[in-house]
């Protein structure tokens, strides 16, 4: 018992210095503007993250989920004290639910539209400023906290819905806090959904911590307010509901999100085609889930689509040849790079992500589907590597389901990409996500030799009094 004591008191020391770096990095480690010193705190953060996760998986179970859940709010409550440090995109989207509330698509028109104009107020759009600032751009005669203010918006219906509903609820003056307090509960909301995950699977609790704790969920989810923590939600939700009509449904709701989450229909059809079934069950198993996804996606995009003068696309577009995916661009895949010619290094990712797509569907465990979820948006990750942290939100998640930790090097590489450009360091990417590579591999083959389980768990956070699928 006294043993036990001690593992709770350390994981309980070693969140309060997580919470506490989490809170200095906001207050006083710097944001996009004053980036130098972001890398230290980061580093900081993931260490007390790596140390509590480890402490946390021997402490009692009904101890290990009390902690896990109140160390997240915690986290989350630290995230609030201070405005957006990193990211402008949540201007974007408070932008975007003031449009929607007057009757205006957002996809008719950018936010320096004159036709605007009469929206505009001193909170985005400040007066009397020389437009100085890491979170501020020049617009058609605007100064304006909102992102490439002569563009439409990028974001899909239902995220538009989210920012229309949060603005709604918002009281008068609310500035940022209502979208990170949105953030907060998303957070949160996606803890308890993979606690119950867990105690329904009789699983490993303490995997949740990897996802409650991680340091993206903070900074990411919930200070910069990012709406991936939506469409992770619904990704979670969609992975343990049975496979079917319902679980298409709910991921063709988190395409409209954020288009990220479509790398998880493979996973979501694991073992679909494997030999020995038949072709009308796969027939059947495949068009339930595929029809679904794709009936609520053309349900979202139809009341903007029916909108005149309205493109939905908006800037996605721009988007991808501004961060290198097109067609012989050279801004991404730089792991590939090493390799191949900067032309192939677009087609060689596709196919890739391709075949391991084709492995999830034919390999795949349609009990655990979060594992071919993760193995193919992981490696698309990898492939591509972005330099936004916050698209690995996803993969944290369903590291969380799954308990396969190396994959959160993604999300790691992702956060010294991110900053590196801030800092203007080349060559930066190829080391970044070659380290995480490395480490999803390394990671994998210990997980291999390990395998076996044990004939039993204990009432820790490391398995429930039952027997759960074993890694």
Not at 74 to 82: I, R
Not at 202 to 207: A, L, Q, S, Y
Not at 374 to 391: F, I
Request: charged share 15%.
């Amino acid at each position: 018992m006294a043993g036990v004591g001690v593992r709770t008191l350390c994981a309980i020391t070693l969140l309060a210095a997580l919470t506490a770096v989490v809170a200095a990095t906001l207050r006083t480690g710097g944001d996009l503007g004053r980036p130098a010193a972001l890398l230290y705190w980061y580093a900081a953060a993931w260490v007390l993250f790596a140390g509590a996760v480890w402490v946390v998986r021997r402490v009692p179970l009904r101890t290990a989920v009390a902690l896990i859940l109140a160390g997240g709010i915690a986290l989350c409550v630290a995230a609030l004290s201070a405005p957006p440090r990193t990211s402008d995109d949540m201007y974007r989207y408070a932008w975007d639910g003031k449009v929607q509330a007057v009757g205006v698509s957002p996809y008719a028109y950018p936010p320096d539209a004159p036709q605007l104009a009469r929206l505009r107020d001193p909170w985005l759009f400040p007066a009397g400023t020389a437009c100085r600032g890491w979170d501020l751009r020049s617009g058609r005669g605007v100064c304006t906290h909102i992102n490439r203010p002569s563009e439409r918006t990028i974001y899909p219906p239902v995220a538009q819905g989210w920012f229309l509903l949060v603005h709604a609820v918002s009281p008068a003056g609310g500035r940022h806090k209502p979208l990170q307090l949105a953030g907060a509960v998303l957070a949160v909301a996606t803890t308890v959904a993979l606690l119950l995950v867990q105690r329904r699977r009789c699983g490993d609790t303490w995997w949740v911590a990897l996802w409650a704790w991680c340091p993206a969920v903070p900074f990411a989810a919930v200070n910069d307010a990012h709406v991936d923590t939506l469409g992770v939600l619904l990704t979670v939700a969609a992975l343990v509901t049975a496979a079917g009509a319902r679980r298409g449904a709910l991921l063709g709701a988190a395409i409209v999100v954020k288009l990220l989450p479509a790398l998880t229909l493979p996973g979501a059809l694991s073992g679909v085609l494997a030999p020995g079934r038949s072709p009308r069950t796969r027939l059947r198993e495949t068009a339930s889930v595929l029809l679904a996804a794709v009936g609520v996606v053309a349900l979202a995009y139809l009341p903007y689509l029916l909108t005149p003068g309205s493109s939905v696309l908006g800037y996605l577009p721009g988007y991808l040849r501004e961060e290198g995916y097109e067609s012989g661009d050279v801004g991404r895949f730089a792991l590939l790079r090493l390799v191949l010619p900067d032309t192939w290094a677009g087609p060689a990712a596709v196919t890739l992500v391709a075949l391991s797509a084709w492995h999830v569907l034919r390999r795949g465990d349609p009990e655990r589907p979060w594992h071919g979820s993760l193995l193919v948006t992981g490696t698309a990750l990898l492939l591509t590597s972005p330099a936004y942290y916050w698209y690995a939100l996803l993969v944290v998640a369903l590291v969380a389901m799954g308990g396969q930790w190396e994959w959160l090097a993604v999300a790691a590489a992702g956060t010294v990409l991110y900053v590196a450009g801030a800092l203007q360091w080349h060559g930066v990417q190829a080391s970044a996500y070659g380290l995480a590579a490395v480490t999803v591999l390394a990671g994998a083959l210990v997980r291999r030799r390990a395998h076996g389980g044990k004939d039993g768990r204990r009432d820790s956070a490391g398995g429930q009094a039952c027997q759960p699928h074993q890694q």
